[in-house]
């Protein structure tokens, strides 16, 4: 099955750029996604790729996918500590299923 | 104002009784699924449904049990036969379009249950 990797932890300072990674094994993933965890709650999208796509923008986000490499990231330009918060992963499965990474905490500091 | 609930939000229970998670969307989605999140190791599929009145395992379904009675609601029983029930359990929804892959599930914020 898929199979989807992230680093767990990743420590910025406020208005710097934090870049988040991803590694996934299944090749046949259309569509990939990073969700966004604040303490104690549930999981809240933030963006999507689609397979055929190299980059997408919104906003403050950029990612960036290579599908030879199999490797997704999340740029976040100019760190707010409002983004502090776990950062997940997921890659369309079979059926109905998503898999998840384990998620990366993003600390922000001053 | 569409969503979906869990509750309660922290439930205890002693070791060896059957407990029930409680989940309901609003969002007319046909797909549900249950998660456990454990620090360090993300997020595991317990069980999904993808319409009412049928739902298949997920990577991590022994000790677990579900039903889905109406479109709605998405029950999740964790059974004394769980090892390790300890954890916090998400259930999210999706509406799914046959033959599109696109599939953003929609979160609800979580039941932490502790076993004492």
Not at chain 1, 58 to 87: C, E, F, M, P, W
Not at chain 2, 65 to 94: D, G, H, I, M
Request: with cysteine.
């Amino acid at each position: 099955g898929e199979d989807v990797e992230q680093s767990l932890f990743l420590s910025v300072r406020e208005g710097d750029s934090s870049v988040i990674n991803c590694t996934y094994t299944d090749s046949s993933s259309t569509y990939l996604y990073w969700y966004k965890q604040e303490p104690g709650a549930g999981l809240q999208l933030l963006t999507y790729i689609f397979s055929n796509m190299d980059m997408k923008q919104d906003q403050r986000l950029t990612v960036l996918l290579n599908k030879k490499d199999k490797h997704l990231s999340l740029r976040i330009a100019d760190t707010q500590t409002g983004d502090s918060a776990i950062y997940f992963c997921a890659a369309t499965g079979t059926a109905s299923k998503l898999t998840f990474g384990t998620g990366t905490r993003l600390q922000v500091t001053l | 104002d569409g969503g979906i609930t869990q509750s309660p939000k922290y439930l205890f229970r002693k070791e060896g009784q059957n407990v029930t998670l409680s989940c309901e969307q609003n969002l007319n989605h046909d797909a549900m699924y249950w998660y456990r999140q454990d620090p360090g190791q993300g997020l595991r599929l317990i069980y999904y449904s993808q319409i009412v009145n049928d739902f298949q395992k997920g990577d991590i379904a022994e000790g677990y049990s579900v039903s889905r009675e109406k479109k709605e609601s998405f029950p999740l029983t964790v059974t004394s036969a769980q090892k390790n029930p300890t954890a916090f359990y998400l259930c999210a929804s999706s509406q799914r379009v046959a033959g599109f892959p696109y599939n953003e599930q929609f979160f609800g914020p979580g039941t932490r249950l502790t076993v004492l």
